[in-house]
């Protein structure tokens, strides 16, 4: 059963407009949240975390939410680039070394 | 700057071969993951290790073996590869403590025939 889901598999956003990906979890247990973004025919990369005693982190054009009591983050680019353009995937994490990931979703930043 | 490196960005095998990716790390990382990406599925966790000669199965751990004799290095094992394990594969290591997040490997796309 998927703990962590990601259920937009893609998402195409005009450039300089804002791009949100959204993520849902199912584990209450979960308290440490992570996006990475993978370009193809690369490993995915760190982008911004966030631990559960916050509702918010920036770092940048980055900010990631995390609503705890309906299970969801989203993350926002704002303004989106075409350098954006990759499959992103959250993670959580219960309070271990281990990391679960979502299905991913596919962000298009067009001219 | 550090580094996970996987021996094979892509790879052709035959069914039924025996297959080893090799995964090494030099930022002296006590934890090492396996995991494979496939479209729609994300990416899952195969095998994992939290130090030398140390293993604990994934999500998905049928059909694969691993091994860590060295701290920097991590191998996936796949015994007698089969169609259905076409995919890509990602190496990962970890310094150890949810906060520090994973540093992944280029992958290795494997492809049987």
């Known amino acids: 059963d998927q703990q962590v889901k990601q259920n937009s598999p893609s998402l195409s956003v005009q450039e300089g407009r804002i791009s949100i990906l959204n993520c849902d979890y199912t584990?209450?247990?979960?308290?440490?949240f992570l996006w990475y973004k993978k370009y193809p025919a690369e490993g995915p990369t760190f982008l911004i975390s966030?631990?559960?005693?916050?509702d918010k982190n920036e770092d940048g054009r980055f900010t990631v939410f995390l609503n705890k009591s309906a299970k969801h983050l989203s993350l926002h680019i704002v303004p989106s680039q075409p350098g954006d353009s990759a499959v992103y995937f959250c993670?959580?994490?219960?309070?271990?070394?281990?990391?679960?990931f979502g299905t991913g979703t596919r962000l298009q930043v067009f001219p | 700057d550090v580094k996970v490196t996987q021996s094979s960005r892509y790879l052709v095998k035959r069914t039924g071969e025996k297959v080893f990716l090799e995964c090494v790390q030099d930022?002296?990382?006590?934890?090492m993951f396996w995991y494979r990406q496939d479209p729609g599925l994300g990416l899952r966790l195969i095998y994992f290790s939290y130090d030398v000669k140390m293993k604990e199965k994934g999500d998905i751990p049928e059909g694969y073996s691993v091994s860590r004799e060295k701290k920097e290095r991590f191998s996936l094992i796949l015994e007698s590869a089969s169609t259905n394990q076409t995919s890509m594969y990602l190496c990962?290591?970890?310094?150890?403590?949810?906060?520090?997040?994973?540093?992944f490997g280029s992958g290795t796309r494997l492809t049987v025939v």
């Open positions: 993670a959580a994490s219960p309070n271990t070394d281990k990391l679960i």
């Open positions: 966030i631990s559960s005693i916050k």
């Open positions: 584990n209450s247990m979960f308290d440490y």
């Open positions: 930022m002296d990382h006590e934890n």
């Open positions: 990962a290591s970890s310094l150890g403590g949810q906060f520090y997040g994973y540093t």
